[in-house]
């Protein structure tokens, strides 16, 4: 039997905070004591005093969870808020891993936590939950980290760590210690059922271009052109408000989507930063000789991709009840909705129900299988941007 609690506290007092969220989410528990806390707040906490609080509350049940850009619950979105969940299920084992420096090797910190999370499990887990620092290393380097371990088809789901927009410094938590430039991870094993939906909704404007020169996530030159021509091109701006104003500010209406194979959907990049020298950092890599296109993104489109990321999930649950749903949405997504937020969590509710326990945040990126697909041979997990990604637990 799978039971989940959601607790939520808005306290200024951090540790009050975080007492109250574990508390609230403990009290929905009946009948022993839950195996894991999930915790997603915001960084405007006094991270370990929160930390302090949830642990003083759970004690000793294994705490794991990160910063945000903006908390996600059954009641629907929020911000300045601490979300908790409590999953307590006699038929699934938990286990929790932990990898540090991602700035400095990001797929051994990838290898690393899935190595750590197996450690701590009676066998080999059938779905992992990814949560990676989201401003420092490479996230598509971290997600083939772990696919070192666990397969190259294995299906991972997650979100990179956020600090309420302000692009400085995230926070991941591990037990009791509240750490930056980590990951880390859940890994599930048991009798139970799952599925997940991952889908974004951007449409392609204007033609396709080729990446002629690149480095990583840093993108030099589109048709032998310097990169920020695209959006010169497009907006009418100089190249030098474009660099002065953070780019990422205004492009993430504005993403890059990139083709890649397993995907009738393009993968989406946001942009970040650009130079002097007219190139443009982005969230992730985009390798050389890739095809992109400019991407616009629509409100009723970004809603209906999360209703068919739902439906998509729904369905690879084959009839099992559901028990907890964890989404994974991109803060690019929450500013692109605006006052409509609440449609998109209430088209996943509408699909899943509205009482199942919900527990999500805003991210700095998303890990999920290409086109939600989870078939043991060809599952392509990946890092996506501006991604809706859910993943629902069932009997």
């Not at 006052?339 to 805003?362: M, T």
């Amino acid at each position: 039997m799978i039971q989940a609690g959601i607790g939520q506290s808005k306290n200024n007092d951090s540790k009050k905070a975080g007492q109250e969220a574990c508390q609230m989410a403990l009290n929905q528990i009946n009948n022993g004591v839950p195996e894991l806390i999930i915790a997603f707040a915001s960084a405007r906490f006094d991270q370990k005093q929160l930390l302090d609080g949830i642990i003083s509350a759970a004690g000793n049940i294994p705490v794991i969870g990160c910063s945000t850009s903006g908390e996600i619950t059954t009641q629907g979105p929020d911000k300045e808020s601490i979300a908790v969940m409590a999953i307590k299920a006699d038929n699934i084992d938990f286990g929790i891993g932990l990898g540090k420096g991602v700035k400095t090797d990001s797929r051994a910190a990838g290898r690393k936590v899935a190595e750590e999370m197996i450690k701590k499990m009676l066998q080999k887990p059938s779905m992992f939950i990814m949560l990676p620092d989201g401003l420092t290393g490479n996230g598509a380097e971290i997600v083939r980290g772990v696919q070192d371990i666990l397969g190259q088809h294995f299906p991972l789901m997650g979100g990179s760590a956020g600090d309420d927009f302000k692009f400085e410094k995230t926070f991941e938590y591990y037990q009791g210690e509240v750490l930056t430039d980590a990951v880390v991870g859940i890994g599930l094993s048991g009798k139970f059922s799952w599925g997940l939906g991952v889908q974004h909704g951007w449409e392609p404007i204007g033609l396709p271009m080729k990446v002629t020169k690149s480095e990583g996530a840093i993108l030099k030159e589109l048709n032998n052109k310097p990169a920020l021509r695209i959006y010169q091109d497009y907006f009418g701006r100089k190249a030098e408000e474009l660099i002065r104003e953070p780019i990422a500010r205004m492009a993430y209406t504005y993403p890059l989507g990139m083709s890649v194979e397993g995907s009738s959907e393009l993968l989406i990049r946001d942009v970040v930063i650009a130079n002097d020298k007219g190139e443009i950092t982005c969230a992730a890599e985009i390798p050389q000789g890739s095809e992109i296109r400019l991407m616009l993104g629509d409100p009723e489109k970004a809603i209906q991709a999360a209703k068919e990321a739902a439906e998509n999930a729904k369905s690879q649950l084959k009839g099992a009840k559901p028990k907890a749903i964890f989404v994974f949405d991109c803060i690019a997504r929450n500013k692109l909705l605006g006052p409509r937020i609440d449609e998109e969590i209430e088209a996943i509710q509408e699909v899943l129900g509205k009482d199942v326990p919900l527990i999500g945040f805003y991210t700095y990126g998303e890990q999920a299988p290409l086109g939600g697909n989870i078939d043991p041979q060809t599952c392509q997990a990946a890092f996506h941007n501006e991604t809706m990604a859910l993943l629902i637990i069932g009997e």
